[in-house]
């Protein structure tokens, strides 16, 4: 077995926690991580990972921000309330000085419950990759305190951060010239876990994300798919307690993607942990995710369940439907209106237009001028995307 440096990275494996003077710096933007430019792209940064071990699960979040949707918690919790698994209280961080300063993250208050499967959104720039940054930590806060499991980062950073652990955009937590199995010995490892202790736990992985024919098979000779799973596989290893996926989805084909989000769910479920997720497709967030928080300009301006949100959000348009919808009418609507789908049928159309305010009664005038009579018409209730945009776009002072 070809054995990977362990000073590259965190060093020991992430026990160390914030030792790092340069975990004080952090990066002068909020920018996802790069790709890297290596041979092997996913040595470079392999082993920026801790691991700890499990309890028991439940379901929710709960935030203090500038809008909130309530809190809803799932599962039996008795008399005794069982801990948080992440507990983010007045988290400010600021990059550079005096007017060239830009605050990355501005009094971010955030609980998240053991067991929950919580969606990060946000545009680049919006403060969720430092604040993840903050919880993972590689970035120390310069205001407010963070806890992982109970444990306050500050006070005890190697037993904090023994129960925390992430897979990387791209598969980069790993190293590709070892073999899935050894990527997963390493990184339990490095956790402080003995690798014959977790055998069963890694046999059980690799049969759950149909990795087991590949086990002996090096990373760098596996498809996109597989080297995503493996990056999972390699995130639980330890047996994490709380586990960060950026973009866990990014680059696979459908199926591959399909078959990721379920795999994650019920890894999820069957092992209690509890996982933020940071991703732009809001199919992969909907379809895994308990709760959902947007964040914009460092600040939290939104949390609920997808349906919470997608509830609290503005109709996206105006869907109509008539016999008279020609395919000439239908390129005349075109040009003056925003039309976003078009279903033919056996007679005329079905169109939805991004429409609202005065333009829908510039579309009635139109219509009726052309002799269009509508056999149906209603509103086009938003998704996810469209809440993300309402929502950033009233925290950035450009919402109607």
């Given amino acids: 077995m070809e054995t990977p440096d362990a000073n590259r990275g965190t060093g020991d494996g992430r026990s160390s926690g914030l030792s790092s003077e ?50 809803i918690e799932t599962g039996p919790r008795g008399d005794q309330q069982e801990p948080l698994a992440v507990e983010v209280e007045g988290v400010t961080k600021q990059f550079g000085d005096g007017e060239d300063s830009v605050t990355a993250v501005d009094g971010v208050s955030l609980e998240v419950s053991q067991g929950a499967i919580v969606g990060l959104l946000g545009h680049n720039g919006a403060g969720k990759t430092t604040l993840i940054k903050s919880v993972l930590g590689t970035v120390l806060p310069d205001e407010g305190s963070i806890k992982v499991q109970g444990i306050d980062v500050r006070d005890d950073p190697r037993a904090a951060f023994a129960h925390v652990d992430a897979m990387l955009e791209g598969a980069r937590n790993d190293y590709w010239r070892l073999t899935v199995r050894e990527n997963l010995r390493y990184f339990a490892t490095i956790s402080g876990v003995r690798p014959d202790t977790v055998e069963e736990r890694h046999n059980r992985l690799l049969e759950q994300l149909e990795l087991a024919d590949e086990a002996d098979t090096a990373v760098r000779d596996l498809s996109r798919g597989m080297k995503q799973k493996v990056s999972l596989a390699s995130a639980l290893a330890g047996g994490a307690d709380v586990v960060f996926l950026d973009e866990p989805t990014l680059g696979l084909d459908v199926e591959s993607s399909r078959v990721l989000q379920t795999e994650l769910r019920r890894l999820a479920e069957e092992q209690n942990i509890t996982v933020l997720l940071s991703s732009h497709d809001m199919d992969v967030v909907e379809t895994v995710c308990d709760r959902v928080v947007i964040m914009s300009e460092g600040q939290i301006v939104a949390d609920g369940t997808v349906e919470q949100l997608l509830e609290s959000g503005e109709p996206s348009g105006i869907r109509v439907a008539s016999p008279d919808l020609s395919t000439s009418a239908v390129a005349t609507l075109r040009d003056r209106f925003d039309v976003t789908a078009v279903e033919s049928r056996p007679r005329g159309a079905s169109l939805e237009m991004a429409v609202g305010g005065e333009e829908i009664y510039e579309l009635f005038a139109s219509l009726r001028e052309a002799g269009i009579d509508l056999e149906q018409i209603d509103t086009v209730e938003p998704d996810l995307e469209d809440v993300l945009v309402e929502r950033t776009n009233i925290r950035r002072g450009t919402g109607q």
Avoid: F, I, M
Avoid at 33 to 43: D, T
Avoid at 48 to 63: I, L, P, Q, Y
């Fill in 22 to 71: 340069a975990a004080t710096r952090g990066s002068a933007t909020d920018e996802e991580p790069k790709s890297s430019q290596s041979e092997n792209p996913g040595e470079e940064e392999a082993g920026e990972r801790s691991t700890g071990g499990t309890t028991g699960r439940s379901s929710g979040v709960h935030v203090g921000g500038e809008t909130t949707l309530g809190t």
